[in-house]
C-alpha cells in the first residue's frame, strides 16, 4: 500500500482540508500521534493566513495596474512640460534640473536622461510641482494645469503608496502560511503513517481522511513523478 501526499500547493491545501473534514465528522479518531484540536486550530489559522495574502496580493496588484494608468496619463503633461524648458532654456539646458528633470551635459548636452520607473516618475512630478508652486505668480508653467496636475499627482501617491503597503502585507502573510503549511503537512505525514499501519484500515477507509492509496508502486506511475510516495511497511 502506497500513501501519496501531493506536492502541488493547491492539492495539498485541497487533501489537508478533507483531512479537517474528516475529523470533524469523526468522533472518535483512529490515530493518536497527532492531537486533532491542535490540528484543527493550525488549519484554521493557515486559512486565515492564506485568505489575508490573497486579499492583499490582489489589492496590491490592483494599486499597481491603477497607479501605472494614471502615471501614463500624467506622462503626457510631464513630456509636455520637458519639451517646453528644452526650448525656452535652449543652451542654458543645466536650468532645466530646477524642475527636476536629470539633464546630460558635456559633449551632447541638453539631453534629459530619466528613469521611468514609478519612484523616480514620481519623484520628478514632485519636483516639478514643488518647483510651480515655489515660483508662484512668475511660474513660468502657469499655462499648463498645474491644479489638475497636482490632483493626479495626489491620486497617484495615494495608489503608490496602497501598493507598498499591501505588497509588504502580502510578503509577511506569504511567509507565515508557508510555515503553516509545512507544519499541517508534517501532522498529516504522521496521521497517514498511523492509518496505514492499522489493520482494521483497508484503503476505502484512509482515503475518507484525504489521502492518496495506491495498491502497488507501479500504480503510481502514471501519478506526478514529483509527488511523495509513502511506502507500507
Same mark, same amino acid.
Given at each position: 500500500?502506497?500513501?501519496? =501526499? ?47 495574502? !490573497? ?50 551635459? !558635456?559633449?551632447? !548636452?541638453?539631453? =534629459? ?8 516618475? =514620481? ?12 515660483? !508662484?505668480?512668475?511660474? =513660468? ?93
Amino acid at each position: 500500500m502506497y500513501l501519496h =501526499i501531493p506536492t502541488g500547493k493547491q492539492d495539498r491545501v485541497l487533501m489537508l482540508r478533507a483531512l479537517s473534514l474528516a475529523i470533524s465528522k469523526s468522533e472518535n479518531q483512529p490515530f493518536d500521534v497527532v492531537n486533532p484540536t491542535e490540528y484543527q486550530e493550525t488549519l484554521l489559522v493557515f486559512e486565515e493566513k492564506l485568505a489575508a495574502y !490573497g486579499v492583499a496580493k490582489k489589492t496590491s496588484e490592483k494599486n499597481r495596474q491603477s497607479r501605472d494608468l494614471s502615471i501614463k496619463d500624467l506622462e503626457t503633461s510631464a513630456i509636455k512640460i520637458a519639451q517646453y524648458l528644452k526650448v525656452k532654456f535652449s543652451g542654458n539646458e543645466k536650468t532645466i534640473a530646477e524642475w527636476g528633470f536629470p539633464v546630460l551635459l !558635456g559633449k551632447r !548636452g541638453g539631453r =534629459i536622461l530619466r528613469k521611468y520607473n514609478a519612484e523616480n516618475n =514620481i519623484s520628478l512630478y514632485q519636483q516639478i510641482l514643488a518647483k510651480h508652486i515655489a515660483d !508662484g505668480e512668475n511660474s =513660468i508653467l502657469s499655462s499648463y494645469n498645474m491644479t489638475a496636475f497636482e490632483t493626479k499627482l495626489n491620486s497617484i501617491v495615494e495608489m503608490h503608496t496602497s501598493y507598498k503597503e499591501n505588497r509588504t502585507l502580502a510578503r509577511i502573510y506569504s511567509k507565515q502560511h508557508h510555515s503553516l503549511l509545512k507544519e499541517l503537512l508534517i501532522m498529516a505525514r504522521k496521521i497517514a503513517r498511523n492509518l496505514r499501519m492499522r489493520e482494521d484500515m483497508e484503503p476505502k477507509d484512509i482515503e475518507t481522511f484525504g489521502f492518496t492509496v495506491f495498491e502497488s508502486y507501479a500504480s503510481t506511475t502514471e501519478q506526478d513523478p514529483d509527488e511523495e510516495v509513502d511506502q507500507a511497511s
